[in-house]
Nanobody
Framework: QVYVVESGGGLVQAGGSLRLSCGAS????????MGWFRQAPGKEREFVAA????????YYADSVKGRFTISRDNAKNTVYLQMNSLKPEDTAVYYC??????????????WGQGTQVTVSS
C-alpha cells in the first residue's frame, strides 16, 4: 500500500504560478513512478505529467509543456509540480498518483485525494 497526499493548491490569477507538492509513504519512494493528473468540472481526468523513479525521465501533456515542470526529491519522498503561466483552463482538481510499473495513465494504482487549483481571468 502506498499513501499519497497532495498540497499546495489555491486561487491564482492568470499568468501566475503555483507549486504543488505530493508526499508518498508506505513503500520505497525511489521505486515509484510518480504522476500528476487533473480533472476539470464536467470533464474526464487527464494526464498532466510524470517522472521516473530516478528522475531521469519526465513526461508532459502537450497542453502544459513549457509551462509546468515536474520534479522529485527522493530524500524527502516528495514530488513537485511547478506551474507557471497559468491559464483559466488549468482550473481543476489536481491529483498525485504513484505507479510501481510505468508512467502511462493506466498504470497508477495509488491516488491522493486531490487539491483544487483555480485560475481566475
Amino acid at each position: 500500500q502506498v499513501y499519497v497526499v497532495e498540497s499546495g493548491g489555491g486561487l491564482v490569477q492568470a499568468g501566475g504560478s503555483l507549486r504543488l507538492s505530493c508526499g508518498a509513504s508506505g513503500r520505497t519512494f525511489i521505486e515509484l513512478t510518480m504522476g500528476w493528473f487533473r480533472q476539470a468540472p464536467g470533464k474526464e481526468r487527464e494526464f498532466v505529467a510524470a517522472i521516473s523513479p530516478s528522475a531521469g525521465n519526465t513526461y508532459y501533456a502537450d497542453s502544459v509543456k513549457g509551462r509546468f515542470t515536474i520534479s522529485r526529491d527522493n530524500a524527502k519522498n516528495t514530488v513537485y509540480l511547478q506551474m507557471n503561466s497559468l491559464k483559466p483552463e488549468d482550473t481543476a482538481v489536481y491529483y498525485c498518483a504513484a505507479s510501481q510499473t510505468g508512467w502511462r495513465s493506466s498504470e497508477y494504482k495509488y491516488w491522493g485525494q486531490g487539491t483544487q487549483v483555480t485560475v481566475s481571468s
